[in-house]
């Protein structure tokens, strides 16, 4: 299994480039950042807290360091262009000689696309537009010419170069709703999603049943998946942390607790573990929470 850390975009360039040159330097796999211009009032944090922006941060650690992978959690389809996006995808991969995960998404935060008139549309229409900007993206990527004329995006004999580094540039999709496996199975090469270890088990069981309806190999697909973790010797905490969550995964309680979920994504077929840093604190404390999983709880588990 690949472990990898998701570092907060509200957080200051200069904490959170600490952060990733830290995770780097202590055996993680992989950076993720996610891609919001505001918060949503919830889960995601006041609408008024500073959130800096997904390429921007992407483009500047691949500058600035030299092993891990780098990938966003996920890129919004409602927010650039797709060729736009490949475009921008090709040369960060240059620049990071690469490392970078595509990770896309259809996009879903509603406060955000009225603030800045962005369209949004239904579920079924974000469906649709992003089944499109997959085959754009993918085309423009990996292919020397590319036609698509959908209903969302028209290109026609369109080309981008140079290509990326990687031959292909690996796609991850962020999704659990069997619409989205749907695209999974058709577009992807990586698969992501908020998860425990029952609910990754069954998705991933969806997700297979539509790569069989389609002729794709579901071990094509490689699995993440991720949720908030605290880590505490309190079991009170623990339980206050987890039940005040609510729907979102989370998992509270000690490094050998967290090592009994991680055994259970691996028996779900999961095959990297993310571990946000959300709720690690801030500075040293998350720095040594950090070391604690990689000592603790990776070994056990690394490929």
């Known amino acids: 299994?690949?472990?990898?850390?998701?570092?907060?975009?509200?957080?200051?360039?200069?904490?959170?480039?600490?952060?990733?040159?830290?995770?780097?330097?202590?055996?993680?796999?992989?950076?993720?950042?996610?891609?919001?211009?505001?918060?949503?009032?919830?889960?995601?944090?006041?609408?008024?807290?500073?959130?800096?922006?997904?390429?921007?941060?992407?483009?500047?650690?691949?500058?600035?360091?030299?092993?891990?992978?780098?990938?966003?959690?996920?890129?919004?389809?409602?927010?650039?262009?797709?060729?736009?996006?490949?475009?921008?995808?090709?040369?960060?991969?240059?620049?990071?000689?690469?490392?970078?995960?595509?990770?896309?998404?259809?996009?879903?935060?509603?406060?955000?696309h009225e603030q800045y008139g962005i369209e949004l549309g239904t579920p079924g229409e974000r469906i649709v537009r992003f089944d499109e900007y997959c085959a754009v993206v993918n085309g423009l990527l990996r292919q020397p010419v590319t036609t698509v004329v959908g209903e969302s995006y028209q290109v026609r004999d369109a080309i981008a170069e140079p290509k990326p580094v990687q031959s292909p540039l690996p796609l991850l999709i962020g999704g659990k709703g069997d619409r989205m496996l749907g695209l999974v199975a058709r577009h992807a090469d990586e698969w992501n999603m908020w998860s425990l270890p029952e609910v990754q088990a069954e998705r991933a069981g969806a997700l297979a049943r539509r790569c069989e309806a389609i002729g794709r190999d579901p071990g094509a697909i490689r699995h993440s998946t991720q949720a908030l973790v605290l880590l505490t010797d309190d079991p009170a905490a623990a339980e206050r942390f987890v039940a005040a969550v609510g729907s979102r995964a989370a998992v509270g309680g000690t490094v050998e607790q967290l090592a009994e979920v991680v055994a259970g994504w691996r028996d779900a077929g999961v095959d990297e573990v993310i571990i946000p840093d959300f709720v690690l604190g801030r500075g040293a404390q998350k720095l040594e929470a950090f070391d604690a999983i990689v000592e603790h709880v990776v070994p056990e588990f690394r490929d």
């Open 1 to 112: 299994m690949r472990f990898s850390v998701w570092l907060s975009h509200q957080q200051p360039w200069s904490e959170l480039l600490a952060g990733a040159r830290h995770a780097e330097a202590t055996g993680w796999d992989g950076i993720y950042v996610a891609d919001h211009f505001m918060g949503d009032g919830g889960g995601f944090g006041p609408v008024d807290d500073p959130n800096l922006e997904a390429t921007a941060l992407l483009a500047g650690l691949a500058a600035s360091t030299e092993r891990v992978r780098l990938g966003s959690l996920v890129l919004g389809a409602t927010y650039r262009h797709p060729a736009v996006l490949a475009n921008w995808a090709a040369a960060v991969d240059h620049i990071s000689s690469g490392r970078l995960v595509l990770g896309l998404g259809a996009g879903w935060q509603e406060n955000e």
